[in-house]
């Protein structure tokens, strides 16, 4: 069953979800279940003076309403920063008090100060709004660039400035850029995003007090980590007696990594009534509280030599972290970032300074791409900009300045195992068509369009990631992956793995990469994850790293299925292990007809005797059953690169831009399921092109959130794009045995600066992500009357 | 208190539900058919669409007790004797779906546009979904699969 | 929700008589059930009126083309006669939110709820329309008082919409990516009494282009709007779009709806 790995495999589960028989949180009802309706704060910052619950308290259907003081009194932890972070004068990073129910001050519209639960929602709801708060409300500051020299909004944390991180060698660099020729700048806004997965967020806590166990069901990408973090910050409960279901999830894009305030609530306040708590967030609440994405205001700087060659980049970011501290908001605009800034060509020397700031905003943290989407925008912009102003193709620029030879240390911290940029380039121009574009944006004109092409070439680190590596620099977690196969005495599988599917289809692809291993049918094989109480400990799905480290380990512990296997077939084979050969399911004696199924050898396993005809004596020293369990922890990130090659179509008249040609080439390693990858590559890109075309989280001068609805956030929509292209190339990473490097934020990650620079060259000067048609039609007026001046 | 009798997915039900009551909500927590989703609260993501008396309609923002005496079909209710509707077979061959939360809608709104038009171009199945969000798939494989459905419905 | 009491009149007698407290009339309800959920607005009574079977069903003569308050604008949309009698209405209801929207909502409740940015107003302005309503026959140019403000007295129910066939008619929306709803939207008319010229979405009600409708009336082409001066004064400016950009963009949607005339 060799042929498994790469075939385009129709998912296993989309039975289930076609059918509507998946199984969201939402979905679940317990019997005697409540529901919790969370009082927020309507202003970006006050001082709470008082919280007066006693009306809520008296309003049918109430059974109890919590606030801060009940959190304090019942020692309930405050959510926590998971990574923490050394500024350049070597001091930690600053983390304000984050408590699940705010008692002294709230931080942002949204901040949660209490919650009522009540037998139905709408009980709930009618008391929320009897929950009397007084609020002394104080000026707020709201944009990223000017949080620094406002006030402090938390005590102790001057300039609002939590980190003041630096990368790279800031001497080396100045000196390479006082050899520069050439000098091109650049300001960039990398615009705030909301995640949007289309289940909203969803918990659900149910404590027996007869057995002392507290149940969670939460939309999380990471239950086993969730877990973790509620026994031993939140101290919600004892981490053996605590268990964690994440069902089926409706989406993540890293907006359900971290444990939320509404998490530990229901937990906390399951334990405290003795009956389930339910939680489902209206699309309001997912707007103002999920956590929110990039937000960057930068400054780059690129240095080149006579000889067209990068030689120097500085970059100056400044990261808006909101109201508070999640579990990556401080390693997203550092060491997801930085190290990215270098993209994929052979740069000496850098250095990058990155500002984490607070504001009275909702907090930022990992969003799909985390950091590199940030830091390619940067790169890929930047370089297309050198081009035109050295006045050279930007394709030959591009390839002027690659990588060449691997495994490539970079100046700043990765070391590149495997590639080959050129290939992927050249084979994108070739798809896109590059060497008629010409003609294409002279068709364009006759219809009164202006046609522009942008390019992006990048790379990213994925696979995440090295224990050792990220936890020198402050994670407070390995990253390794679990997965256990357990093979069943009648012949299926069961494999366990920490990863989460959320719609990556891991229920396929993981079931292709054990049939090819054990030789078992994908029919006869059930992934499992999501539950704490099922598998080994895990770390969860994000960074694209299911399948460079949870599908490794699914891998080696299908090795060790085998090895057993071979010591138990050699003796009902009567033979030696070491003349036993694995294939196709068949454990083999070599120079020997003889053989036997691994069904056969398993059920030997389960059955070790003579029972009836069935006689099947286990070696001596070999114990019964056959479940194998492995951890994996990758000696590297894995490297994906690509080519994307946009072109937009813009109208002069209202400034609106059409996406209307799309080619990607991307090198992902080994591929296990094409269709699958391409999923996740136009998926990917879609929320790139947002990004670039249509998303803004806008708030208000006071702190209000004003997109808060669909209606007043784009979301792109079918409509909103062509036909998308996708080809590969390969090079297998080096770090894992399956070569796979990952694919799940590649789109993401390339597609804003291949969009922008597509806009930018249609356009002729700087336009800021998002290009909504009026700034577009501004930037255009712009020009026109520069142009009307010259 | 509304006395509603609704056939819903073929089967004929009478039940009194209180006259707020959406359909979403009556179909999700009275039915337990939960394939329909809610998304959102403004009508705008379309994981709720069901068919009412034929034509594909947003179920949170119609109320139970002003559908009474109409047809219904969920998303349960397109599959027969175990096999998927070829609309849900096309979504399964184009990797039309990921996550599987805004798919019951989607699949209902595909099959009421090909009621509508058998044969519809590229540009008029991305048109007729503009009220369906899809965070996942970017709509590629949503898109191929309407295609792929109409040449077989 | 907050509970209320549904009720579901079969004709318009009935409907007003059960008209009592703090009641509204239902139609599609997609802007009102939404509004209720969000607990933007609360009733005590909804007045179901989409069992009235007089209020439904589209009407033409040489002169006029009436539309009963509850028909969707699916039906309008698809309605041959429609399309045959003022295609740009039929263009207008096809565009209408989506496809779900347009199964549910209607012209009634679209213009009773007189949102800025919907796009029915504007047709009601430019073709001169009649509103019939349970008590009298409203102009359209009486009728839109105002952000989410009608003319319509308590209890007042529309019965149904008289359009003016025109000479020559057409409606361009530049639409809020997001929402679907117009950011602009102009609507121009050529009829027998004179050229009008509606505009949506740019203001805090929809109203008439005194200078487009001048300029339109010298010479019914899209080069004369060219030299018309929109100012931005009074316009909406939002995270959509500011006043300044909507006044260039009344004009853009001008040229474009004469072009389609």
Redesign the interface.
């Known amino acids: 069953m060799a042929d498994l790995i790469g075939s385009k495999i ?2 296993k ?12 949180t ?2 679940i ?1 317990l019997p005697r279940q409540t529901y919790a309706y969370f009082v927020r704060s309507p202003h970006a910052r006050a001082k709470i003076t008082k919280v007066d619950h006693s009306k809520a308290m008296k309003a049918p259907g109430v059974i109890d309403v919590f606030t801060g003081d009940c959190v304090v009194k019942d020692k309930v932890g405050g959510l926590i920063c998971g990574w923490k972070i050394v500024s350049q004068d070597g001091k930690d990073m600053k983390c304000p008090p984050h408590p699940v129910l705010a008692k002294d001050s709230v931080n942002f519209v949204g901040d949660h100060v209490a919650v009522v639960v009540a037998e139905t929602l ?1 009980q709930a709801k ?1 008391a929320a709004e009897l929950v009397n708060v007084s609020y002394k409300i104080q000026k707020a500051v709201i944009k990223t660039e000017e949080a620094t020299s406002f006030e402090n909004i938390h005590e102790g944390i001057d300039n609002n400035l939590s980190f003041d991180f630096l990368l790279g060698d800031k001497g080396k660099t100045n000196e390479a850029f006082s050899k520069a020729d050439k000098i091109v700048k650049l300001d960039v806004v990398n615009n705030r995003l909301i995640p ?5 967020r969803a918990a659900i806590g149910d404590y027996n007090a007869s057995s002392d166990e507290l149940t969670l069901y939460t939309a999380s990408q990471n239950p086993h980590l969730d877990r973790l973090i509620m026994s031993a910050f939140n101290a919600v409960h004892p981490e053996h007696k605590f268990r964690i279901v994440a069902p ?4 993540g ?1 890293g907006s359900k990594i971290n444990v939320y305030a509404e998490d530990v609530v229901v937990a906390y306040a399951s334990k405290k009534i003795g009956r389930p708590v339910k939680w489902v967030a ?3 609440e997912s707007f103002m509280s999920d956590n929110h994405g990039r937000d960057h205001v930068t400054h780059a700087e690129l240095a080149l030599n006579s000889d067209s060659k990068i030689i120097g980049l500085k970059v100056d970011t400044i990261a808006n972290l909101g109201a508070y501290s999640l579990v990556l908001a401080a390693v997203t605009p550092t060491y997801l970032y930085a190290p990215l800034l270098l993209g994929i060509y052979d740069i000496p020397t850098a250095c990058c300074t990155v500002k984490g700031v607070y504001t009275n905003t909702a907090p930022t943290d990992a969003y799909r791409g985390a950091g590199r989407p940030e830091a390619t925008y940067v790169i890929e912009r930047i370089v297309t900009e050198a081009a035109k102003e050295i006045g050279m193709d930007q394709a030959e620029f591009r390839k002027k300045n690659f990588i060449k030879k691997f495994p490539h240390q970079q100046c700043l911290v990765h070391n590149i195992d495997s590639g080959n940029y050129d290939a992927h380039l050249d084979k994108a121009i070739e798809l896109s068509d590059y060497k008629n574009f010409e003609n294409r944006r002279s068709q364009s004109a006759k219809k009164g369009k202006l046609r522009g092409i942008g390019f992006s070439t990048y790379f990213e680190a994925c696979g995440v990631a090295p224990s050792a590596v990220v936890m020198s620099i402050g994670a407070g977690v390995g990253l390794w992956e679990s997965a256990e196969i357990r093979f069943n005495p009648t012949g299926n599988v069961s494999v366990f793995t920490g990863t989460h599917s ?4 891991h229920d396929t692809t993981f079931a292709q990469i054990v049939g090819d291993k054990l030789g078992v049918a994908i029919e006869n094989i059930d992934i499992v994850h999501g539950d704490t109480d099922k598998g080994p400990f895990g770390m969860g799905t994000y960074g694209s790293r299911s399948l460079a480290v949870g599908g490794t380990a699914i891998v080696n512990a299908c090795d060790k299925i085998i090895a057993k296997g071979k010591k138990v077939a050699a003796k009902m084979l009567e033979g030696k292990p070491e003349d036993i050969d694995f294939k196709g399911g068949e454990f083999i004696l070599k120079n020997s007809n003889k053989k036997k199924t691994i069904g056969e050898v398993a059920f030997a396993c389960y059955l070790p005797g003579t029972f009836g005809d069935v006689k099947s004596p286990l070696p001596e020293g070999v114990e019964p059953g056959l479940i194998e369990t492995s951890f994996f922890d990758p000696s590297n990130f894995s490297f994906p690169s690509g080519s994307h090659i946009c072109e937009v179509e813009i109208d002069k ?2 400034g609106e831009t059409k996406l209307v040609k799309y080619t990607v080439v991307d090198d992902f390693g080994t591929v296990i399921n094409p ?2 990858v ?2 996740q590559v ?6 790139g092109v947002g990004q670039a075309l ?1 998303e ?1 989280a ?1 708030y208000d001068e006071s702190g209000q959130l ?2 808060a ?11 909103n ?1 062509p ?2 292209k996708i080809d590969y190339t390969c090079t297998p990473a080096t770090s894992n045995p399956l070569g796979a490097k990952g694919c799940g934020e590649a ?1 993401t990650i390339a597609a804003p600066a291949a969009v922008m620079n597509a806009v930018i060259d249609a356009v002729g000067t700087d336009v800021q992500m998002p290009a ?3 700034k577009v ?2 930037a255009l007026k712009k020009n026109g009357s520069k142009k009307a001046a010259a | 208190m509304a006395k509603v009798s609704l056939k819903i997915n073929g089967k004929e039900i009478s039940q009194d539900v209180p006259d707020s009551v959406m359909l979403s909500d009556f179909l999700r927590d009275y039915l337990s058919l939960t394939g329909t989703h809610v998304g959102c609260d403004t009508s705008q993501c379309g994981a709720c669409v069901v068919h009412l008396d034929g034509n594909s309609v947003k179920s949170c923002t119609a109320l139970v007790a002003d559908c009474n005496k109409s047809e219904i079909v969920t998303i349960e209710g397109l599959a027969k004797n175990g096999k998927m509707h070829p609309m849900q077979e096309a979504f399964k061959k184009h990797h039309g779906l990921q996550c599987g939360f805004c798919t019951p809608g989607m699949v209902m709104s595909a099959v009421d546009l090909l009621q509508k038009n058998k044969d519809p171009s590229e540009q008029q199945i991305r048109d007729w979904l503009e009220g369906n969000i899809c965070r996942c798939t970017g709509y590629q494989g949503i898109v191929a699969a309407v295609k792929d459905a109409s040449s077989k419905m | 929700m907050k509970n209320f009491n549904f009720k579901s009149p079969t004709n318009t007698k009935e409907a007003a008589k059960l008209y009592t407290g703090k009641a509204t009339f239902l139609a599609g309800g997609m802007s009102l059930l939404p509004a209720m959920k969000l607990r933007l607005a609360a009733y005590s009574d909804l007045i179901n009126i989409k069992k009235i079977k007089t209020l439904s069903g589209i009407k033409i003569s040489s002169k006029s083309l009436r539309i009963g308050a509850t028909t969707t604008h699916a039906e309008v949309a698809a309605s041959k006669e429609v399309e045959k009698t003022i295609s740009s209405l039929s263009k207008l209801a096809d565009g209408i939110g989506d496809p779900q929207v347009r199964n549910r909502g209607t012209i009634g409740g679209s213009i009773a709820n007189n949102d800025p940015a919907a796009d029915y107003p504007s047709a009601c302005l430019a073709l001169n329309a009649i509103i019939n309503t349970s008590k009298r026959k409203i102009p359209a140019d009486k009728f839109f008082k105002g952000m989410f403000e009608t003319d319509l007295k308590k209890g007042e129910l529309i019965e149904s919409v008289e359009f003016e066939v025109p000479e020559k008619s057409g409606y361009a929306k530049f639409p809020n990516p997001a929402s679907r709803y117009a950011v602009v939207g102009v609507y121009v008319s050529k009829l027998k009494s004179g050229i009008r010229v509606a505009i949506t979405g740019a203001a805090h009600s929809v109203f008439r282009s005194k200078e487009l409708e001048e300029a339109l009336t010298n010479n019914f082409s899209p080069s004369s709007i060219d030299n018309v001066k929109i100012g931005s004064k009074g316009l909406n400016s939002d995270i959509h779009a500011s006043a300044e950009y909507r006044a260039h963009i009344i004009k853009v949607m001008a040229k474009k709806a004469v072009s389609s005339c």
Do not use: C
């Not at chain 1, 949007?196 to 909203?200: G, K, L, Q, R």
């Not at chain 1, 089926?248 to 989406?251: A, E, I, L, Q, T």
């Not at chain 1, 959320?502 to 289809?505: D, V, Y």
């Open positions: 129709e998912r589960e989309d039975r289930k979800f076609l059918t509507g028989k998946g199984r969201y939402a979905d009802n709408e009618n949007n997965a289309m289940e909203p089926d999830v409706g989406g894009f209206e699309r309001s959320h719609g990556q289809g008249e209202t269709l699958v391409e999923g136009y998926g990917g890109v879609a929320q249509y803004n806008h004003t997109s609805s669909y209606m007043d956030y784009t979301m792109p929509r079918a409509d794009f036909q998308i789109g909504t048609a009026e039609w501004k």
